[in-house]
């Protein structure tokens, strides 16, 4: 692994349906980041990781949980898929939460639920 | 409450210049950074003011004026690469970013 991955790269999904996006960087990072980018919106912040352990509602956290047992992953499960929930969803790192350190991004997971 | 705004979408011709500019409120403000985002793929990172002023990295050069809530994005000598979105993004009080919805620049032969 180098840098960040995500899985999985696309999902249809049917509403009602559990599921959990996984995310793993390599990089020994502190803070990790879900975020899900909309057509017309700016990048939302849904959960947050400031250092393993502990973990922090975003803007829109509502309908997600996540966790953050070990440094490297941090997985984001919708426990029940709505619609509104379609979305590109990113997961990001950065070295601390430095206010000069750069986040680096996973490639996203393009999520339809239907 | 905190509010960040970027054009949508700026269109300009290979070889030449383009500004992308990028204004902002907010109650608390700990930097001001900028992303380009090309089409299916992730955020990269580009730049980070926190002062005043202008900060240059080869063709691309970013520019903050706290007082306004100003920032821009000046591209010099575009190429087609350079077609993408730009992410204007500020950290607020929490160290969270904030970001704008981001600007499509569509450069021209």
């Known amino acids: 692994i180098a840098g960040i991955t995500q899985a999985p790269t696309s999902q249809i999904l049917a509403a009602g349906r559990r599921m959990t996006l996984r995310c793993t960087q390599d990089m020994r990072h502190n803070a990790m980041y879900w975020y899900r980018q909309d057509l017309g919106l700016g990048l939302r912040l849904i959960h947050y990781?400031?250092?393993?352990?502990?973990?922090g509602k975003g803007e829109v956290p509502d309908g997600y949980s996540v966790s953050r047992a070990n440094t490297d992953d941090f997985p984001l499960t919708l426990a029940s898929a709505v619609p509104s929930q379609t979305s590109v969803y990113f997961c990001a790192s950065s070295l601390g939460q430095s206010t000069s350190d750069e986040q680096f991004f996973g490639p996203g997971t393009r999520l339809t639920v239907l | 409450g905190q509010n960040i705004d970027q054009p949508t979408e700026m269109t300009a011709t290979e070889g030449a210049i383009v500004q992308i500019n990028c204004t902002y409120q907010?109650?608390?403000?700990?930097?001001l950074f900028w992303y380009q985002q090309h089409a299916g793929e992730a955020p990269t990172f580009l730049s980070y003011n926190v002062l005043d002023g202008l900060e240059e990295k080869g063709r691309f050069s970013s520019f903050l004026s706290r007082s306004k809530g100003y920032s821009y994005l000046l591209l010099k000598e575009l190429q087609m690469k350079d077609s993408a979105s730009y992410l204007c993004a500020h950290m607020d009080s929490n160290y969270q970013l904030i970001w704008g919805a981001g600007t499509k620049l569509i450069i021209k032969p």
């Open positions: 907010t109650s608390g403000f700990n930097g």
């Open positions: 990781s400031n250092t393993a352990g502990t973990t």
